[in-house]
């Protein structure tokens, strides 16, 4: 089944630490996105990528950095200069083609502080 | 300029009832505006969208009505069901691939 995979599903943090989140698909597209979740704040974007060793920040890269090695790859690294880690991460991605074809989301990472 | 505002925040509609959500934006070079429906612990996930040259998207129970002159589009979802109980966010671009989403919906159906 072609698709957008993240792990783990669950991930803890220590202060000081810093932490990778994984979102692999199989779905052959060329841009890919992460989201930060929190309570009553719908959906932000942190970075994106619309094609391999190429990315942008979105509107909260702070604390954040990414790669884009492979087009079915884009790790997401939350560093200890994020303050406030504690959230839902989700990682999207979208068809090559017209810029306003849908993205398709994972189901995400929580991420909590221990 | 480039915030989508969400209303209500939370929502509570008898089985079979109709729910209503509603957005509004600023930025008129938005073109395109998607909903997303969301289950507790999973990802958002496409259910309609619509661009601004039509006044209706309707898709079985769910349609979506723009209002291009007042910027506002909201979802209507006809016969509601337990069933439709998730999140739903709408959302806005303009011709990029970066999304706007708006703060979300939280729909409750009580049969």
């Known amino acids: 089944d072609g698709g957008i995979t993240q792990s783990p599903k669950y991930l803890f943090r220590k202060e000081g630490q810093n932490v990778t989140l994984s979102c692999e698909q199989n779905?052959?597209?060329?841009?890919m996105y992460w989201y930060r979740q929190d309570p009553g704040q719908g959906l932000r974007l942190i970075y994106y990528?619309?094609?391999?060793?190429?990315?942008q920040k979105g509107d909260i890269a702070e604390g954040y950095s990414v790669s884009r090695e492979k087009k079915e790859s884009f790790p997401l690294t939350v560093t200890s200069a994020q303050k406030n880690p504690t959230a839902f991460y989700l990682c999207?991605?979208?068809?090559?083609?017209?810029?306003?074809?849908?993205?398709?989301f994972g189901d995400g990472t929580r991420l909590s502080i221990l | 300029q480039q915030q989508v505002k969400q209303s209500p925040q939370s929502l509570i509609v008898q089985k079979g009832g109709i729910s209503i959500i509603n957005c509004a934006y600023e930025?008129?070079?938005?073109?395109?505006f998607p909903w997303y429906q969301q289950f507790p612990g999973k990802g958002p996930a496409l259910l309609i969208a619509?661009?601004?040259?039509?006044s209706e998207k309707k898709e079985g129970r769910f349609t979506i009505s723009f209002n291009k002159s007042a910027k506002q589009f909201s979802l209507h979802i006809m016969d509601s069901q337990p069933g439709d109980s998730a999140t739903y966010f709408c959302?806005?671009?303009?011709?990029?691939?970066?999304?706007?989403f708006g703060t979300g919906t939280r729909l409750q159906v009580f049969p």
């Open positions: 999207a991605s979208r068809p090559p083609g017209r810029p306003n074809q849908p993205q398709h």
């Open positions: 779905l052959n597209h060329d841009a």
């Open positions: 990528s619309q094609i391999v060793n190429d990315f």
């Open positions: 930025n008129t070079a938005f073109d395109y």
């Open positions: 619509i661009r601004p040259d039509v």
């Open positions: 959302a806005a671009s303009m011709n990029t691939d970066k999304l706007i």
